[in-house]
């Protein structure tokens, strides 16, 4: 269903049951997947696919030039994954050649009101960024993060699987899995203990993870001593594994420590 009033460029592929809302604009490039929703005044534009069952809610966009002054047009795209919501105002900008060339949202996310994804951004599945946050360019996030309001993400950071961002916090450096940060400049504050409940983690595995977090980031001594500590100790739990992979794998913007907080049994938010 095609309100008269949105324009469906000649090359665009619609798929079945899509709905296009008034005063939207669809470009040559553009892919809409099987009951896609786009509620009105939405542009989908580049050579951008949506996935079946997103819902783009009015005066988003998606795919449009990145804003980065050494792009040059060149045919980048965006992906935008099943099922997922994408809020009044958000902005999704197209990847670029001296990135991946792809700026990717997975399946299942939600993306609340004037959302920035800026370009070769790499949000995983289940993903929820709440209102107003913004992202420099080349930032990925991992399955299940959550990324509370307002905060603000620097660009190339890392933000590891179920890991919680606090609302209104400044994070320059990256975000182990797990990890719940929160201030300007943000700080490694505990665990998203509230987080791995939801997602079905026993009490022995969030048990082993809180032994190896305390000993790697609240133990005394050096911090490469500590890791190496807690690998030999905690590093047959999958979970820590992850973590230490993580934090193995190459970075741009190093890694968010701990603060002097208090302790990680209540920074459950």
């Not at 008269?4 to 460029?9: Q, R």
């Not at 996310?109 to 790499?122: E, G, I, P, Y």
């Not at 665990?191 to 133990?219: E, S, T, W």
């Amino acid at each position: 269903m095609i309100h008269p009033s949105a324009v469906v460029a000649l090359g665009a592929t619609i798929g079945t049951g899509v709905r296009v809302g008034p005063w939207c604009h669809v470009g040559p490039d553009a892919v809409i997947g099987d009951g896609a929703q786009l509620i009105s005044h939405v542009v989908v534009d580049g050579h951008t696919r949506v996935g079946e069952g997103v819902i783009l809610y009015p005066f988003c966009t998606v795919g449009l030039a990145p804003q980065d002054l050494k792009y040059k047009g060149e045919p980048t795209r965006t992906e935008v994954g099943a099922r997922t919501q994408v809020r009044e105002h958000v902005t999704i900008h197209r990847g670029t050649v001296t990135g991946q060339g792809v700026t990717r949202v997975g399946a299942d996310c939600l993306l609340m009101a004037v959302v920035h994804v800026a370009h070769d951004c790499q949000i995983g599945n289940g993903v929820v960024v709440a209102n107003n946050v913004v992202m420099g360019g080349h930032v990925s996030i991992g399955d299940n993060a959550v990324v509370g309001g307002a905060a603000a993400i620097h660009q190339f950071v890392r933000i590891g699987r179920a890991a919680m961002i606090g609302g209104v916090s400044g994070v320059e450096a990256d975000v182990i899995p797990f990890g719940s940060v929160i201030g300007n400049r943000a700080r490694l504050a505990g665990l998203n203990v509230i987080g791995l409940r939801r997602r079905g983690f026993d009490r022995a595995q969030i048990h082993a993870l809180r032994a190896a977090f305390r000993l790697m980031f609240k133990g005394p001594g050096v911090f490469a001593e500590r890791v190496a500590q807690a690998r030999a100790t905690y590093g047959h739990e999958p979970l820590i594994a992850e973590i230490l992979a993580f934090m193995d794998a190459p970075s741009k913007r190093g890694l968010i420590r701990s603060a002097v907080v208090a302790d990680d049994d209540d920074d459950d938010a």
